[in-house]
Structure formats: C-alpha cells, structure tokens
C-alpha cells in the first residue's frame, strides 16, 4: 500500500529510494545477501517489475526452485486423475505449466536482470537464452558469480524518480 508522497512502486518522490524496509531489515531497494526462502518468494513479487537495482544469489536462487518446484506439480498433480496418459503430456498439465510460465515470465526476466546487475553485467545478457543450450549454460554461470561490488552502478540513484516524476 502506497502512503501520500510515493508511488504505486513504494518508491519516495523526493529521493527516488523504497521507503520501507522489509523483514531481515533489508531495504527493498537493496540485495538482500543470505535471503530466506520465505523473504526471497515475497521480494520476486514486490519487484516483480523493477529491471534496476540488484538481487543476491540467495534472492535469484530461492525463487528458480519455487518456480521449478512449482512447475513440476503443476505437471504432475493432474497425471494423477488421469494414469493413462503419458508421463508429463497431460494436457491440463501442460495447461497448466504454460499459464505459470506466462504469468510469472517479467519477473523471472526482473530478477534475471536484477541478479546480472549484482554481479556488474547488463541485464540484457539475458537474450542468451536464444541461443539453444550454449546461451543458457553461460547464463547460469553468470548466475553463479559472486556479487561484484561495482555492480551498484546498476541501482537507482538518489534523485532519478523524483526528476523523471516532475517531468510529467
């Protein structure tokens, strides 16, 4: 919920920063390094559009096995009403999968991007995944580097939502 002074993002119109911090006492805005399962899952879908700023392994890492977990149940719980189909090709199933897929795909490109910044590379290395299998296998090593401190170029700066909200 939005108080008066921020917009719909939580973001403060004078200093363009969240101003709440979340539980762990970690400000949204910033990486929350070691992220329980439960604080990481809650930030996936409080940013589930902001492409700036960065996330921590812990925050990328939590949410890749939610959705994989996820998504595997989906699959899975409907072959249980129906034996006789092939493992994996229930149509609900596959229904279902796709519909996860779509919903949870800005986000999953967010914090992808989020998670490139912490370790100072562009979020735009995320259309590696266009390459079949290769793409992909760079991708997770980026997604496995350590936090680069010189990734903070990535965050909002002070000042940047409140001058692109006066110019409207």
């Known amino acids: 919920m939005c108080v008066p002074g921020c917009d719909a993002w939580g973001m403060s ?9 979340q539980p762990g006492g970690v400000a949204l805005r910033d990486p929350f390094v070691g992220a329980p399962f439960t604080e990481a899952v809650r930030r996936f ?6 492409f700036t ?5 812990s925050e990328f ?3 890749w096995l939610t959705s994989f977990a996820i998504g595997l149940v989906l699959q899975l719980v409907p072959q249980a009403f129906t034996p006789d189909a092939p493992l994996l090709e229930n149509p609900v199933g596959s229904y279902l999968f796709v519909l996860w897929a779509v919903v949870t795909l800005v986000g999953g490109l967010a914090l992808g991007a989020r998670r490139l910044h912490d370790a100072n590379r562009s979020g735009f290395w995320q259309f590696l995944h266009v390459l079949p299998g290769i793409g992909s296998l760079v991708l997770f090593v980026m997604f496995v580097l350590p936090s680069n401190p010189k990734g903070t170029r990535f965050d909002l700066q ?4 409140a001058a692109t909200t006066r110019k409207r």
């Open 158 to 161: 002070p000042g940047a939502a």
């Open 53 to 57: 700023g960065r996330a921590s392994r």
């Open 61 to 63: 890492w939590w949410w």
């Open 13 to 21: 119109h004078s200093d363009g920063q969240p101003d709440d911090v």
């Open 45 to 50: 879908w409080r940013k589930y559009t902001v």
